[in-house]
């Protein structure tokens, strides 16, 4: 999605990864994945980066 201009935040992250846990029946809806989780997603995937849309030049 980065590539088409287009980022998730980490709460859209946090919440796709809980539903695709859920799919796989690895988590519940009433136990769902936190922030914490995803700094340690980045600690494990190190290129992965979180930046701050900007406005597009000209």
Same mark, same amino acid.
């Given at each position: 999605?980065?590539?088409?201009?287009?980022?998730?935040? *980490?709460?859209? +992250? =946090?919440? #796709?990864?809980?539903?695709?846990? =859920?799919?796989?029946? #690895?988590?519940? /809806?009433?136990?769902? $994945? $936190? +922030? #914490?989780?995803? /700094?340690?997603?980045?600690?494990?995937?190190?290129? *992965?980066? +979180?930046?701050?849309?900007?406005?597009? $030049?000209?």
């Amino acid at each position: 999605m980065a590539n088409l201009g287009y980022g998730f935040t *980490i709460t859209e +992250v =946090v919440a #796709k990864a809980t539903d695709y846990a =859920v799919f796989l029946k #690895k988590r519940t /809806h009433d136990n769902p $994945s $936190s +922030v #914490k989780w995803f /700094h340690g997603f980045r600690r494990r995937w190190p290129e *992965i980066k +979180v930046v701050k849309p900007r406005a597009l $030049s000209q």
